[in-house]
């Protein structure tokens, strides 16, 4: 099993910036690809980044230019900068890792991001 937790998010003016944290626990060595959901209202949830093999990571082409993904191993723990936000970035943004032996997703609770015009 593997434990999520996100920290990170609140409240920004359009343009400014926010990073979010993601601390994984319990069975961390499963893990294969790690990255960041998002889901706005009356919206289905959708990539915003993902790093597999902590080797490449694939953007959404909405975020491209802006937001950044990276991660600290030694700590277990992903981070997604993101900078120049704006109002249609606003969502509960969610932590996510796979593992492809087992083909389980895990999931953290989601963090909300609000970004004012």
């Known amino acids: 099993q593997v434990q999520l937790v996100e920290s990170g998010g609140g409240l920004v003016q359009a343009g400014g910036s926010l990073r979010l944290a993601c601390a994984a626990s319990g069975s961390v060595r499963t893990i294969n690809a790690m990255g960041w959901y998002r889901q706005a209202p009356g919206k289905q949830r959708e990539l915003v980044a993902m790093t597999a093999n902590g080797v490449s990571t694939n953007y959404a082409d909405s975020v491209k230019g802006r937001f950044t993904a990276s991660r600290d191993n030694t700590k277990n723990t992903v981070y997604l900068q993101m900078n120049s936000l704006k109002p249609e970035d606003t969502a509960v943004y969610y932590c996510?890792?796979?593992?492809?032996?087992?083909?389980?997703?895990?999931w953290g609770k989601g963090t909300l991001v609000t970004v004012s015009s």
């Open positions: 996510n890792a796979k593992t492809w032996v087992s083909g389980l997703n895990y």
